[in-house]
T-cell receptor, first 112, second 112 residues
Framework: NAGVTQTPKFQVLKTGQSMTLQCAQDMNHNSMYWYRQDPGMGLRLIYYSASEGTTDKGEVPNGYNVSRLNKREFSLRLESAAPSQTSVYFC???????????FGSGTRLTVV | QKEVEQNSGPLSVPEGAIASLNCTYSDRVSQSFFWYRQYSGKSPELIMSIYSNGDKEDGRFTAQLNKASQYVSLLIRDSQPSDSATYLCAVKTLTGSDQFYFGTGTSLTVIP
């Protein structure tokens, strides 16, 4: 049982480049989330999807887009990367929005 | 004011002692409360959830919730060196987009 799988684990981008972070879960969870974690800031929600076909903005959505491709997959896209987007990104899923999350292993992104 | 506040620590306790971790939150209508453990360089792992006032015990862990005082705590009995990690408090609130808010975490070191 893989749980939540994120790819890639590490990435270095140049300012202005684009990339997509992939996330897939095999627990048949309805809700999926993208967070970023920065020192001293804690985990902050970027976007979430309460169910297949729906997405909503979280606390820090600017500069990001998401796609809930199907029930299993939820991707995060950076269209034009900026140094301020250097962070560790975590995907998470939950059975519904009232219960705790299962997190993926994270993506360490550096924008230079 | 942050939605969820934690003392960043570091908190050091000797092996076998009780570690006490505290968290306060600002939204009185918060509904669900969670504690996550995060080892350095790893993703957060859910260890406890609590939804109603009082204590909830799971092995060596006890979560305590006091909604009137707006705090939630985590007690770790018989602390072990393997408990050394950062502990994140998360609160589900109805403020804004009905999302979870995470504290910045408390770093715990258990000294052998």
């Amino acid at each position: 049982n893989a749980g939540v799988t994120q790819t890639p684990k590490f990435q270095v981008l140049k300012t202005g480049q684009s990339m997509t972070l992939q996330c897939a879960q095999d627990m048949n969870h309805n809700s999926m989330y993208w967070y970023r974690q920065d020192p001293g800031m804690g985990l902050r929600l970027i976007y979430y999807s309460a169910s297949e076909g729906t997405t909503d903005k979280g606390e820090v959505p600017n500069g990001y887009n998401v796609s809930r491709l199907n029930k299993r997959e939820f991707s995060l896209r950076l269209e034009s990367a900026a140094p301020s987007q250097t962070s560790v990104y975590f995907c998470a899923s939950s059975e519904d929005r009232g219960v705790g999350y299962t997190f993926g292993s994270g993506t360490r992104l550096t924008v230079v | 004011q942050k939605e969820v506040e934690q003392n960043s620590g570091p908190l050091s306790v000797p092996e076998g002692a009780i570690a006490s971790l505290n968290c306060t939150y600002s939204d009185r209508v918060s509904q669900s409360f969670f504690w996550y453990r995060q080892y350095s360089g790893k993703s957060p792992e859910l260890i406890m959830s609590i939804y109603s006032n009082g204590d909830k015990e799971d092995g060596r862990f006890t979560a305590q919730l006091n909604k009137a005082s707006q705090y939630v705590s985590l007690l770790i009995r018989d602390s072990q060196p393997s408990d050394s990690a950062t502990y994140l408090c998360a609160v589900k609130t109805l403020t804004g987009s009905d999302q979870f808010y995470f504290g910045t975490g408390t770093s715990l070191t258990v000294i052998p």
